[in-house]
């Protein structure tokens, strides 16, 4: 994991510097300039826009009784938009803009959501932990109570 986030931090700025000379060479440094700053006041506005979007979002779900799960996970990805579109460089505002297209976001909440799930473990006693691992029939759920279940992340170790 470390080495992975040693490569991000190295190679994706040095990717970035590349595609910023390259690009002021065959335009000129000032539209290059201009282009960061506009993605960059752009961006943000968007973000912004769409966090406060999600945000109320979210109060409606938690009044209504719903659990904003996919929501909440809509606002991280907004967040993480947000901030590439902030950092100088062409490829993260284009990660940071299809962060900003809600079809976009839902597919990488799908492969986040398959990623996660594949690396959890649950554990527990009796029917309840039957029902949360899926081998009971929905007839049953609404009657059962949870004894004891623990979740743990699973390690890159644990794959082999």
Same mark, same amino acid.
């Given at each position: 994991?470390?080495?992975?986030?040693? #490569? #991000?931090?190295?190679?994706?700025?040095?990717?970035?510097?590349?595609?910023?000379?390259?690009?002021?060479?065959v335009?000129?440094?000032?539209?290059?300039? #201009?282009?960061?700053?506009?993605?960059?006041?752009? &961006?943000?506005?968007?973000? +912004?826009? =769409?966090?406060? =979007?999600?945000?109320?979002?979210i109060? +409606?779900?938690?009044?209504? &009784?719903?659990?904003? !799960?996919?929501?909440?996970?809509?606002?991280?990805?907004?967040?993480? %938009?947000g !901030?590439?579109?902030?950092?100088p &460089?062409?490829?993260?505002?284009?990660?940071?803009?299809? #962060?900003?297209?809600?079809? %976009? +976001?839902?597919?990488?909440?799908?492969?986040?959501?398959?990623?996660?799930?594949?690396?959890?473990?649950? =554990?527990?006693? &009796?029917?309840?932990? =039957?029902?949360?691992?899926?081998? @009971?029939?929905? @007839?049953? +759920?609404?009657?059962?109570?949870?004894?004891?279940?623990? %979740?743990?992340?699973?390690?890159?170790?644990?794959?082999?």
């Open positions: 994991m470390l080495f992975r986030l040693i #490569l #991000l931090f190295t190679i994706v700025p040095f990717a970035e510097l590349v595609l910023l000379l390259w690009l002021s060479d335009t000129s440094w000032q539209f290059t300039v #201009l282009l960061v700053l506009v993605t960059g006041v752009v &961006g943000a506005w968007l973000a +912004r826009l =769409q966090g406060w =979007q999600t945000w109320q979002k109060q +409606r779900q938690l009044s209504s &009784g719903e659990a904003p !799960a996919g929501t909440l996970v809509d606002a991280l990805l907004i967040f993480v %938009a !901030a590439l579109l902030l950092t &460089g062409i490829l993260t505002d284009a990660v940071g803009f299809s #962060l900003l297209i809600p079809p %976009a +976001r839902a597919v990488i909440k799908k492969w986040l959501s398959a990623k996660f799930r594949g690396s959890m473990v649950m =554990q527990g006693q &009796g029917a309840a932990a =039957q029902f949360w691992a899926g081998t @009971q029939n929905s @007839q049953n +759920r609404h009657n059962e109570q949870i004894i004891e279940v623990q %979740a743990t992340h699973k390690t890159d170790s644990d794959h082999d």
